[in-house]
């Protein structure tokens, strides 16, 4: 019997999935959550052993809990339902542990194939993430920067301007510019502070 715990921060969302599992024959609600705080208490108290995971919610978003999931009920498939497809989205749960990730336009039948699917440790990704984690595999040396690169961005973080870090590297104002925007490119940011931020979070530099 899959035991199914419904995880979104909207009563309506949770309401209508509960509806949608009413009278699946190998598929119980045991209960729902708000947040990921409270998914990663009733996975335990209810036995839960798949849980409907949305990703942005107060407390504890749904990455983090998937990640506590994994360290404390490792054998609880989480399968992500969100409205949000983007690289920020996408990339952190997967790497998280989540067994799959679905979109909330998907039809109740693609759900419900889902959820059986993830219980038996299946992978399942709705087309548009499978066309985003493809298109991760393919970039060429995302996340590498070069000796350069790093040099630049090092003294972004120390607090260099544009022009003091052309001066510190004998190098144009332009230059540096450019050198950025393949920084960001490469580290998927927008901009110098989530730069820095995503270089300290790969641990490129301390």
């Known amino acids: 019997m899959i ?29 729902e959550a708000g947040n990921g705080l409270e998914a990663v208490e009733r996975v335990h108290t209810l036995g ?4 409907l995971m949305d990703l942005r919610m ?5 990455v983090k809990a998937i990640r506590r999931l994994k360290e404390t009920a ?30 909330k336009d998907a039809p109740t ?29 393919r970039k060429p040396q ?20 544009n022009r003091e870090a052309a001066a510190k590297l004998f190098i144009s104002e332009a230059s540096i510019k450019t050198h950025l925007l393949h920084i960001y490119a490469k580290l998927d940011v927008r901009d110098r502070a989530a730069a820095v931020g995503e270089a300290y979070r790969r641990g490129l530099f301390t």
Do not use: C, W
């Open 3 to 31: 035991r199914l715990l419904i995880v979104d921060d909207h009563p309506v969302v949770r309401d209508g999935l509960r509806v949608a599992f009413t009278g699946e024959p190998d598929i119980v609600v045991v209960g």
């Open 48 to 51: 839960a052993n798949v849980v």
């Open 58 to 62: 107060p407390r504890m978003d749904g």
């Open 74 to 103: 490792p054998d609880t498939r989480i399968l992500v339902l969100t409205t949000f497809d983007t690289d920020s989205d996408v990339l952190p749960a997967i790497e998280a542990g989540a067994t799959g990730y679905l979109l």
């Open 109 to 137: 039948d693609e759900l419900m194939r889902a959820v059986r699917a993830a219980h038996r440790g299946q992978s399942v990704l709705s087309p548009s993430v499978a066309n985003r984690l493809v298109g991760e595999v």
């Open 142 to 161: 995302r996340g590498t920067l070069s000796p350069r690169e790093l040099e630049v961005l090092k003294l972004v973080a120390e607090g260099a301007t």
